[in-house]
């Protein structure tokens, strides 16, 4: 075989080999139409709080804090260093309380007032990364939401006092926004670190509550290619 051909040969075999390497991201070995990210944390909203009454006295129930987790669906990224695609979220938080107090009723007596708070939060938008390095991402994302949410308070005295129940379960429609940093734990998985502001127009106002959630959530987040 001549030199030239030797030549021609190499040359196409190199071409093939970048053009293969091409179709992979430099900073990431997601090949696939999708990831997943999982979600595990609480979010602290300012002022979720319920105000009840038994005819002497005012309680404060403070539900600002609630447990959340959940789960991110994302498009594969597109781009290089900078990378971007369409994400949806999901997300359950929930929460039990009991307060007692003392009752200056008729006869004088405690009460006990059980709380239950239930969650859920549906989302998607737009995100973005940009690789630090080969093995760190920084990320961010944004959009519309919708969440759905239960409150019920039951209400038991001591004395013979009828007992009480009350429950409120809204809709709401609002926007977040959030970010986060990750760090390759192995080919196809990350680790991290997340943060959350979402705000949504969910009315309380029937069961002593407020007409607005706002709020800011923390996760510790893993994210894979699938």
């Known amino acids: 075989m001549s030199i030239n051909k030797l030549t021609l040969a190499g040359l196409t075999a190199l071409f093939l080999s ?3 390497t091409a179709q992979y991201h430099k900073y990431d070995d997601w090949n696939e139409n999708y ?10 909203y ?7 009454s038994d005819g002497t006295e005012n309680v404060e129930i403070d539900m600002s804090t609630i447990p959340q987790l959940g789960g991110a ?8 260093k900078f ?9 359950l938080g929930f929460k039990f309380d009991k307060i007692n107090y003392a009752y200056f009723g008729e006869n004088g007596a405690y ?3 059980s709380t239950s708070m239930w969650m859920i939060d549906f ?10 390095t080969d ?4 990320y961010g994302a944004g959009g519309p939401l919708m969440i759905f949410s239960n409150y019920r308070s039951e209400r038991d005295y001591e004395d013979d006092t009828p007992n009480t129940t009350s429950t409120e379960s809204v809709f709401g429609i609002g926007v977040y926004a959030r970010t986060g940093i990750e760090f390759r734990v192995h080919q196809r998985g990350y680790l991290g670190l997340g943060a959350r502001w979402n705000w949504a127009n969910a009315d309380f106002s029937e069961v002593g509550g407020n007409t607005k959630l706002s709020g800011i959530a923390a996760f510790v987040t893993y994210t894979a290619g699938l």
């Open 123 to 132: 989302a998607g938008g737009g995100y973005a990364n940009f690789w630090l």
């Open 111 to 113: 009460v006990s007032i």
């Open 46 to 52: 300012d002022d979720l709080k319920f105000t009840t």
């Open 135 to 138: 093995s760190m991402r920084i």
């Open 18 to 20: 970048s053009a293969a």
């Open 73 to 80: 669906w994302g498009t594969i990224p597109q781009g290089d």
């Open 83 to 91: 990378q971007y695609g369409l994400e949806a979220s999901f997300l």
């Open 35 to 44: 990831t997943v990210q999982a979600l595990l944390g609480a979010v602290k």
